[in-house]
């Protein structure tokens, strides 16, 4: 009896030293003494298995959480806003049928608080944000994991990236590194940190979520802004998360959190569905070193042409067997598309490579271009590939 216990016994150790293997930081040792005559009896140590559960809780994801977590900051912005209004008097109905004349509209100035996350990238003071979030904020504070509140100056925006570059006052502030966006994988561990709901003005410490990447390289044209190759997670994100890092299993941030998608008819106040989106850090970085050059990224230009999606009716009018593209329309004379040599009725196949393959795609491209730069584009013509290249004329 006593053998066939042992031997239940050594089974079950074998199975923990199984389960234990697959936490490689854990740095206890399980000591195994006899003290039976026999030697056929085992007892571990109960003071080094605690060691060793104590050690196997500690991971990979705590890790990066600790190391990462001091750099996470809640963002609470004031924002002024204009609405028009009209002499209530003046305005109403009756009043007019008498007299026969409405008020001129006028207009006031409201504040608007909202809040967010952010992350330190420099230990100068810089913070990295969505530019829905504080890109046009009147004043901004910055809450510290420690308690402390900075207010933070605007070094520059762009709204078709949704990136915003804050500035605090100081030195030696903790901050996260940047990690490779273009060397992630699907499947992998990522952490979704911020401030949802605002709970930094209840505890300062981060909201941390886990889940792994579900998909990268997705480009979205959402609410007038472009979020090319997007890195797609299912940990969960929620209001207010928006402007918080992704960080991988190394401690390092690959995107910044930006977009959920709900259930909710109201976004503003819904959760995630495991569906969420982040800014591939590789992507943010190009547009850093632009707003701290000159704050701001002129993306207002002119092409001069009109065009629509492809569809059946489109391909019979242009005897095309291409069902997939973006057609152009009109052109208007002396238009940069125009001096391109491009011409009604091409059909845009690729624009710096990319493919067009619907409306949508043809506005990622053309919107994350800037002004004064040159675009490549690719257009059918009668069944004739022919490459051109497309000025973006400054306005």
Known sequence: MNNKISKYFLLSLLLLGNAISLFPQAKGIIYVESKSSKGNELEIRADSLNDLLTHSRKNAVTDAVAKTSPAVVGINVTEVRKVQYRDPIFDDPIFQ?????RSEPRYRNYEVQGLGSGFIISPDGYILTNHHVAGEASKIVVTMTNGEKYDAEIIGSDR????????????????????????????EWVIAMGNPFGLFNINTKPTVTVGVISNHGVS???????????????????????????????????????????????????????????IPINRIKKVIDLLIKDKTINRNFALGMEVREIDDRIARYLSTN?????????????SPAEDAGLEPGDIIVQLDGNPIMKLDDYFINIYDGIAGQYIDVTVNRNGNKLNKKLYLKPI
């Open 97 to 101: 049928r008498f007299f026969g004349f």
């Open 160 to 187: 078709i990236t949704d990136v915003a570059l804050l500035k605090i006052k100081g030195e030696n502030f903790p901050y996260i590194k940047f990690g490779n966006s273009e060397d992630i994988m699907t499947g």
């Open 220 to 278: 979205l044209f959402y609410d007038n802004k472009v979020y090319k190759d997007m890195i797609q997670t299912d940990a969960a994100i929620s209001s207010g998360n928006s402007g918080g890092p992704l960080i991988n299993a190394l401690g390092e941030v690959i995107g910044m959190n930006t977009v959920i998608f709900s259930t909710a008819q109201d976004q503003k106040g819904a959760g995630s569905i495991g569906i969420g989106f982040a």
């Open 322 to 334: 291409i069902k997939e593209g973006v057609v152009i329309f009109s052109i208007k004379r002396g």
